[in-house]
């Protein structure tokens, strides 16, 4: 499967930037999923939980969020969020 870019961001730190093979974020109207290639999105987010699988495979990476914005284009994922932080397993 393709991978692409994604950086997690909030104001206090760039908390993650790693080749993912599937993002999926809470957005305000439900989840929304993307993929390498995805057309270009500008979309508000709530609070909820990211779920980011790795290029390459490997264990799917949670991350709470508060509120933010995801930008997405063909080869990059960039989420803008309030507050951030990963999720015990």
Do not use: N, W
């Not at 993912?20 to 439900?30: D, H, N």
């Not at 270009?40 to 991350?63: H, K, M, N, W, Y």
């Amino acid at each position: 499967m393709a991978s692409f870019k994604c950086d997690i961001v909030t104001p206090a730190e760039k908390l993650l930037t790693t080749e993912a093979e599937m993002v999926v974020v809470p957005g305000v109207e439900g989840e929304m999923g993307f993929l390498a290639g995805h057309a270009p999105l500008v979309s508000a987010l709530a609070d909820g939980e990211i779920r980011l699988t790795p290029a390459g495979g490997g264990a799917v990476q949670r991350f709470e969020v508060k509120g933010g914005y995801v930008q997405v284009t063909g080869d990059k994922v960039i989420i803008l969020s309030d507050s951030a932080q990963p999720v015990a397993a």
